[in-house]
């Protein structure tokens, strides 16, 4: 039976991200990491672009990881290894070398583990999925693919659904289990609607479009492909439309309908030029060549399919050769060769067997490791009875005073264990005690901001704008001089400035804007004035932070630390530009906070003799937060603050 050509990595990205949904375009990240700190922020700003180029630039994918693993090594930081170890994953996976992307796929799954994070191990379960189909380990595919989707399902990451039954589609495809293939691929694709996610739907519809011919339901397989091909050019997803183009030419050489091969195999030769994928460009080959015996053409036909072998032979791929074999004897034959047929037939056949055998021989060593670590046990626990029995006695004794020592020890522990948990109690008790003071005035500071711009915008400001009708009215029906008259029209604009003035005011002492459309919108607004203004250059970029919905407090708490912290820049930093980072993590539930400047910078270690209320403020509202602040300056290198929140 012809195989179908069925893409079958589905793997995920977080840091990135893939981590991350930014406004800002390639260039504009790559701009912004030459400026970047070595910090944190800048291996998840790396990741970000290195999975930009995952799937079109492999040379450039493995240089940020690269990149982004070195930084890590330099900052001692284990805190985005996970991510890192998910790009390495994708990046060997697409270079053919499976054994080393299960091997990063299999740190990840000791770094979920020793984490007890259970959506990261969904995640891994999901990856190890993808690599072990294409090592033909289709039972090890299957059961990490279903405690993934269990773990799913338990943990309520409905966002991951997409991508996590894509992965069961394809397994339950190698499997020859064709209707649950399409079972899950609809999944997937209901999934992708739901969360706007079109390379799921794309991929979706290829799947199930190779569950319908597995089947020989060309029909219903031709009318997904041409679904699926139409999705992939509205979102231009150069591979998903290769995929198409190569499905429906398969389709169509078994219906006979040569005219349509022959149109969908001419797209395939435009859409297909410089494709990056050998093991797809093998399987294009093949897709030509039946649109060429279709119309008889059988020694360009004979070109393609030895141009397909040649590449997958070339890089050790033999996935593609079952198909490219089968064609081969269906052409010998088509001309009449039954005996370069038949031998052609032979290969096909030997390399369906190699894959059985090949499939067989990892259960195989699988088993002999297994027996062999099982008997190494035996030998050793063997061994351990054999001494225990050779030194009961001086065992127990031991084990007596041993008895002894501890009971004392624990005796003492126990006493020290209560003035521990008694100085805990005190500590706890002070410390809620500060911060429910500090909130009260928090929330009494914004609350008399509220009603003094509230005052100041209906009350004093209504009373203004009244003078100001009132005395454009009274203009034109007074006689003055021309020098009264000059005087009385800069009084209006005086008056006009002091009404300016005045709804200033009362919008920074309560930002309208952050109430209505949150912190996002209310940041991104004070960035752009600030840079407006002309007194320095800010930038504002922002990462997921739609994924959660702050309470008002906190926003406006998040709110006044930002403006205290620009503030500093302009009047203390002398610096040209600020930039302002919000980026959610939606696996951790934190949000950070970064605002950085390129100005004269200062020693840390003199700002706990500094008598300003500016920094101390900043303190008690991160503290009210129970948040963590991280400075870093130094003298005429700029300043780069960080909070990181958690949001529950």
């Known amino acids: 039976m012809r195989k179908l050509f069925l893409y079958?990595?589905?793997?995920?990205?977080?840091?990135?991200?893939?981590?991350?949904?930014?406004?800002?375009?390639?260039?504009?990240?790559?701009?912004?990491?030459?400026?970047?700190?070595?910090?944190?922020?800048?291996?998840?700003?790396?990741?970000?672009?290195?999975?930009?180029?995952?799937?079109?630039?492999y040379d450039s994918s493995y240089y940020y990881l690269d990149k982004a693993t070195k930084l890590s090594e330099k900052l001692k930081t284990d805190k985005l290894d996970f991510f890192i170890n998910v790009g390495y994953v994708e990046y060997y996976y697409y270079n053919n070398d499976y054994k080393k992307s299960l091997d990063y796929a299999l740190k990840n799954k000791a770094i979920a583990e020793k984490g007890d994070d259970m959506k990261?191990?969904?995640?891994?379960?999901?990856?190890?999925?993808?690599?072990?189909?294409?090592?033909?380990?289709?039972?090890s595919a299957i059961d990490c693919i279903l405690k993934c989707l269990d773990i799913s399902e338990?943990?309520?990451?409905?966002?991951s659904f997409p991508v996590r039954n894509l992965t069961a589609s394809n397994t339950y495809f190698n499997l020859k289990q064709y209707d649950k293939c399409i079972d899950y691929a609809k999944k997937a694709i209901d999934y992708g609607k739901q969360f706007n996610n079109s390379f799921a739907v794309m991929m979706g519809l290829n799947n199930?479009?190779?569950?319908?011919?597995g089947l020989n339901m060309l029909d219903s397989g031709i009318a997904t492909n041409l679904r699926q091909l139409e999705l992939a050019k509205e979102e231009e997803d150069i591979v998903n439309i290769n995929f198409a183009l190569v499905n429906l030419c398969n389709d169509y050489f078994k219906t006979g309908d040569t005219r349509s091969l022959q149109n969908y195999a001419n797209e395939l030769v435009k859409y297909s030029k410089d494709f990056p994928d050998d093991k797809t460009v093998a399987d294009i080959h093949n897709a030509l060549a039946l649109n060429l015996m279709a119309q008889r053409k059988f020694d360009q036909a004979k070109v393609e399919l030895d141009s397909g072998i040649s590449i997958t032979l070339r890089n050790n791929n033999p996935d593609p050769?079952?198909?490219?074999?089968?064609?081969?004897?269906?052409?010998?034959?088509?001309?009449?060769?039954i005996k370069e047929g038949m031998n052609y037939s032979y290969k096909y056949d030997s390399v369906v067997t190699t894959e059985n055998i090949k499939e067989l021989n990892f259960y195989t060593e699988d088993l002999e490791t297994k027996y062999e670590t099982e008997k190494k046990e035996a030998q050793i626990k063997l061994q351990q009875v054999q001494l225990k029995q050779k030194s009961v006695l001086n065992y127990f004794l031991i084990g007596g005073a041993a008895a002894l020592l501890i009971i004392l020890l624990l005796v003492y522990r126990s006493y020290r264990h209560r003035q521990i948990i008694q100085?805990?109690?005190?500590?706890?008790?002070?410390?809620?005690?500060?911060?429910?003071?500090?909130?009260?005035?928090?929330?009494?500071?914004?609350?008399?901001?509220?009603?003094?711009?509230?005052d100041l915008h209906d009350g004093l400001g209504g009373m203004l704008s009244g003078i100001k009708y009132s005395l454009s009215n009274m203009k034109g029906n007074l006689i003055m001089t021309p020098d009264n008259a000059q005087a009385f029209e800069r009084s209006i604009d005086m008056l006009d400035s002091s009404i300016r003035e005045m709804r200033r005011v009362a919008h920074n002492m309560?930002?309208?804007?952050?109430?209505?459309?949150?912190?996002?919108t209310a940041l991104k607004e004070f960035c752009n004035e600030i840079d407006h203004s002309g007194v320095i250059h800010a930038n504002y970029l922002s990462m997921n932070m739609?994924?959660?919905?702050?309470?008002?407090?906190?926003?406006?708490?998040?709110?006044?630390?930002?403006?205290?912290?620009?503030?500093?820049?302009?009047?203390?930093?002398?610096?040209?530009?600020?930039?302002?980072?919000?980026?959610v993590s939606v696996q951790e539930r934190s949000l950070a906070i970064t605002v950085e400047d390129d100005g004269k910078g200062f020693d840390t270690a003199t700002l706990s003799q500094k008598e300003g209320m500016g920094w101390k403020n900043i303190q008690n509202r991160v503290e009210f937060l129970k948040g963590k602040l991280d400075l870093q300056s130094t003298p005429g290198k700029g300043t780069s603050v960080m909070i990181e929140i958690n949001i529950g």
């Open 546 to 583: 739609g994924e959660v919905e702050l309470p008002q407090t906190n926003a406006v708490t998040i709110y006044r630390i930002v403006q205290e912290l620009v503030n500093n820049a302009i009047k203390h930093a002398a610096a040209k530009t600020v930039l302002v980072q919000a980026h």
């Open 208 to 213: 199930m479009s190779a569950g319908y011919s």
């Open 154 to 159: 338990k943990t309520k990451d409905s966002a």
């Open 423 to 454: 100085q805990q109690k005190i500590n706890e008790l002070e410390t809620e005690k500060q911060l429910t003071a500090t909130e009260a005035v928090l929330k009494g500071e914004e609350q008399e901001r509220t009603r003094l711009a509230k």
């Open 8 to 57: 079958t990595v589905c793997f995920w990205m977080g840091a990135q991200a893939a981590m991350a949904q930014t406004t800002m375009n390639k260039d504009s990240l790559l701009r912004l990491l030459q400026t970047a700190k070595e910090d944190t922020s800048t291996i998840r700003l790396i990741l970000y672009i290195q999975k930009q180029y995952a799937t079109k630039n």
């Open 510 to 520: 309560m930002p309208e804007i952050l109430v209505k459309y949150g912190l996002d």
């Open 120 to 139: 990261l191990l969904a995640k891994t379960y999901n990856n190890l999925a993808a690599v072990y189909n294409h090592f033909g380990q289709y039972k």
């Open 321 to 337: 050769l079952e198909n490219l074999y089968q064609d081969y004897a269906i052409l010998n034959y088509m001309q009449g060769k």
